[in-house]
């Protein structure tokens, strides 16, 4: 059964870092993409970062690109998101979602391009809250 669980969520200070985890169980990370999506409250889910099991690419939107960098550990089928220099409007659950194949991407510029509804599996979200 396909399975993704995050953690690593919490309370942090402006600037702060925090560090998620989503472990897949399930399916082999090689064949798919793995995104971090947030949704904050009153707002739309929001991409923000994919890592391609196939190849290691990694792929960021632009509200998150510089501050955040995903990675990924194949022996424990896990995809990392490091948030540094967090914000308050950073407030928001995080999900992990995987993509069969590969991480959807925006031809024009690179960056990560993936929608909700591309998504073949979800995680239930770890919640983050950045105090001002």
């Known amino acids: 059964q396909v399975r993704l669980v995050e953690s690593g969520g919490g309370s942090v200070q402006t600037g702060g870092s925090l560090r998620l985890s989503c472990v897949a169980s399930g399916f082999t990370l090689k064949e798919y993409g793995i995104g971090w999506f947030r949704q904050a409250a009153e707002k739309e889910r929001e991409a923000l970062s994919c890592?391609?099991?196939?190849?290691?690419?990694?792929y960021y939107t632009e509200s998150v690109k510089g501050r955040f960098t995903i990675s990924a550990d194949y022996a424990k089928n896990t995809v990392y998101l490091e948030m540094n220099r967090l914000k308050p409007d950073d407030t928001a659950v995080y999900y992990c979602?995987?993509?069969?194949?590969?991480?959807?991407?925006?031809?024009?510029?690179?960056?990560?391009?993936?929608?909700?509804?591309?998504?073949?599996?979800w995680g239930k979200g770890t919640p983050v809250t950045v105090s001002p």
């Open positions: 979602a995987a993509e069969i194949a590969s991480c959807t991407v925006v031809v024009e510029n690179g960056a990560y391009g993936g929608k909700p509804y591309g998504m073949d599996y």
């Open positions: 890592f391609s099991g196939l190849d290691g690419s990694r």
